[in-house]
């Protein structure tokens, strides 16, 4: 399925999707299911799907029923060509239409023979931002699984630099909750907060 997918990834996100360029993050990002192969709707709407998300609730242990988001706000389809990067940062922490409370992260990986010097690596942060505690290579078939809090401080800030000039790809979900526990929150209701790394 992800063979198809890549396949099948539109050649130019930007004409349809979000170009984000600034100095905080340099990437652009698809969420128009009407712009989705019939493969990647598929594999989507598995994700969102009952079964999926009883097995994302078995894995975390959450407490409070996942809610997935069809109208994949923030997500869907991401890519980052050479130079591309997302500086560290927590996310969101609402839905902008539902006010559901953001739990999880779900990211999937789409780059096959991907090589550290290529950049790009995911990287976990600790809660006072003093140290990487977790790079994450973006290689093709992984899945990554994280807690989205108000200190989840994570990002790929290092640019993506492929000799072959092949970009990054990846396809992002989040799920939400009808509240949360209150150790996860200290900021109230934000957008997503870029934080300066040591140096």
């Not at 969102?48 to 409070?64: C, D, P, R």
């Not at 200290?186 to 957008?191: I, M, Y």
Request: proline share 5%; aromatic share 12%.
């Amino acid at each position: 399925i992800l063979n198809n997918i890549i396949n099948e990834f539109p050649k130019d996100l930007a004409i349809n999707g979000e170009v984000y360029n600034n100095k905080a993050e340099k990437k652009v990002t698809l969420n128009k299911t009407e712009q989705f192969s019939e493969t990647t709707n598929n594999f989507i709407n598995f994700l969102n799907s009952n079964f999926f998300i009883k097995y994302l609730q078995k894995l975390t242990s959450i407490k409070e029923t996942l809610i997935p988001d069809p109208l994949l706000i923030g997500g869907g389809l991401h890519e980052l060509k050479n130079n591309g990067h997302l500086n560290i940062h927590s996310d969101f922490n609402r839905h902008p239409n539902t006010k559901l409370d953001r739990r999880l992260n779900v990211l999937i990986y789409l780059n096959k023979n991907w090589k550290e010097q290529y950049g790009g690596e995911l990287q976990l942060w600790d809660k006072n931002m003093t140290a990487c505690y977790k790079k994450i290579l973006p290689i093709f078939n992984r899945m990554v699984v994280f807690s989205t809090t108000d200190f989840s401080y994570h990002g790929n800030p290092t640019k993506v630099n492929n000799p072959n000039n092949i970009s990054r790809k990846s396809i992002a979900m989040y799920y939400y909750s009808n509240g949360r526990p209150s150790h996860e929150v200290e900021l109230g209701d934000h957008s997503t907060i870029f934080r300066k790394r040591p140096g």
